[in-house]
T-cell receptor
Framework: EAQVTQNPRYLITVTGKKLTVTCSQN?????MSWYRQDPGLGLRQIYY???????DKGDVPEGYKVSRKEKRNFPLILESPSPNQTSLYFC?????????????FGDGTRLSIL | GNSVTQMEGPVTLSEEAFLTINCTYT??????LFWYVQYPGEGLQLLLK?????DKGSNKGFEATYRKETTSFHLEKGSVQVSDSAVYFC??????????????FGQGTTLQVKP
């Protein structure tokens, strides 16, 4: 089954404790991306990757890091989490970056930073 | 910059009622337009899309027409069901930033359908 898998689904942690949210896709997609969803703001892009070893900032990259060492994986790293990073996070993937390609989303990771 | 504006929710309807969720956009160039649906506890799923002016996207009884003259992409369904209860997001492909593949989302509209 074609899917984007995120882990963990839920996490409560404390300020400053490094954490990683994993994302894996099994569709051989070149393009992967991270979004955060906040009430009243919709989804905003954090980082994206066009292909292996190619990453770039989205609209709200501050406080986040990513890496793309393998095509299928695109982890999101919070080196020193803060309460304003409490949010619902989604990983997405698609073939290429052509504008009409639909993106496939994971089920989301809900992070609470205390 | 490019942006998407959706009507405020929540929208509450009775089963079999007609649905319209308004979406307008601001964009340079010719973006593709999408509606995504998010069911409780799940990620976003593509509902329908349109890639050029006057295109009509349709799926599962939902329709939306790409109106360039009014910069709109309103979502409609003739007869909603309880199972349509979800959050609906209008989005456009942000071609103004060098084809990065980024989607610009509206804030989402919650639909609740009562039996």
């Amino acid at each position: 089954e074609a899917q984007v898998t995120q882990n963990p689904r839920y996490l409560i942690t404390v300020t400053g404790k490094k954490l990683t949210v994993t994302c894996s896709q099994n569709m051989n997609h070149e393009y992967m991306s991270w979004y955060r969803q906040d009430p009243g703001l919709g989804l905003r892009q954090i980082y994206y990757s066009m292909n292996v070893e190619v990453t770039d900032k989205g609209d709200v990259p501050e406080g986040y890091k990513v890496s793309r060492k393998e095509k299928r994986n695109f982890p999101l790293i919070l080196e020193s989490p803060s309460p304003n990073q409490t949010s619902l996070y989604f990983c997405a993937s698609s073939h290429g970056t052509v504008g009409d390609q639909p993106q496939h989303f994971g089920d989301g990771t809900r992070l609470s930073i205390l | 910059g490019n942006s998407v504006t959706q009507m405020e929710g929540p929208v509450t309807l009775s089963e079999e009622a007609f649905l319209t969720i308004n979406c307008t956009y601001t964009a340079t160039g010719y973006p593709s337009l999408f509606w995504y649906v998010q069911y409780p506890g799940e990620g976003l799923q593509l509902l329908l899309k349109a890639t050029k002016a006057d295109d009509k996207g349709s799926n599962k009884g939902f329709e939306a027409t790409y109106r360039k003259e009014t910069t709109s992409f309103h979502l409609e369904k003739g007869s909603v069901q309880v199972s349509d209860s979800a959050v609906y997001f209008c989005a456009l492909s942000d071609q103004g930033s060098g084809n990065t593949g980024k989607l610009i989302f509206g804030q989402g509209t919650t639909l609740q359908v009562k039996p």
